[in-house]
């Protein structure tokens, strides 16, 4: 019954603020408790649909805001979307077009939960990996990635690999995550950054 309130809670508080999901109070609990997004960045929101996130972005950064999803994201004001696969090249280059310098990166993106945990949590990591492949393409350095991922055999092989591209790495698990969940954000400050990625983005020097 508590967690079943808990629930109801969050969809509500998020329902009365005009919120299009509860995910939105679970960002707002993020960074409120790990303060990585500043008032003038400029974020990328990857998975983000139905656009909770890009809605609680929006009230946190004057910066440019842009959220890409395979589903198409209905308007929100002061926000660009873009209708596709964020690890597809296509993508990427329009992601540059809309956002010079990106400052930070969120991910709340998850596969179509199968119930099958040890297959669900193989997809969740090729997820996070695609994410991370974005990141090193187009976060510049310094940069801050929040990103979803879910506990389980592979977790600790992801936590080491983000600590390899990051110089400040943590975890955090929302209390409004629902009971039972393996839910789990990585926390990723001070993105290092390679020559790689520079060369990756036709940078004249301005990335």
């Known amino acids: 019954m508590g967690s079943q309130w808990g629930k109801d809670k969050a969809y509500l508080k998020a329902k009365q603020s005009g919120y299009r ?6 960002l707002k609990e993020i960074i409120q408790k790990n303060p990585v997004i500043r008032p003038d960045d400029n974020i990328l929101d990857l998975g983000a649909a139905p656009g909770s996130w890009l809605q609680v972005l ?5 910066g440019i805001i842009v959220g890409v999803d395979l589903n198409p994201i209905l308007p929100i004001e002061g926000v660009r979307t873009i209708t596709g696969d964020f690890s597809d090249p296509k993508v990427i280059a329009q992601i540059r ?18 119930g099958q945990r040890s297959f669900d949590q193989a997809r969740a990591i090729e997820l996070n990996e695609m994410a991370l492949g974005v990141a090193r393409q187009l976060l510049k350095q310094g940069g801050n990635m929040i ?16 600590k390899q591209e990051f110089y400040s790495v943590r975890t955090y698990k929302a209390h ?14 001070n993105f290092i950054g390679n020559q790689q990625g520079l ?9």
């Open 21 to 26: 999901s509860r995910a939105a109070m679970k």
């Open 58 to 62: 929006r009230e946190m950064t004057d």
């Open 97 to 114: 077009e809309l956002i010079p310098e990106v400052n930070g990166i969120v991910c709340d993106a998850s596969p179509k939960l199968s």
């Open 147 to 162: 990103m979803k991922s879910f506990q389980g055999e592979d977790f600790s092989w992801l936590y080491n690999r983000v």
């Open 176 to 189: 409004t995550t629902r009971k039972g969940s393996t839910e789990m954000y990585i926390i990723a400050k």
């Open 199 to 207: 060369e990756e983005s036709g940078s004249d020097g301005s990335a």
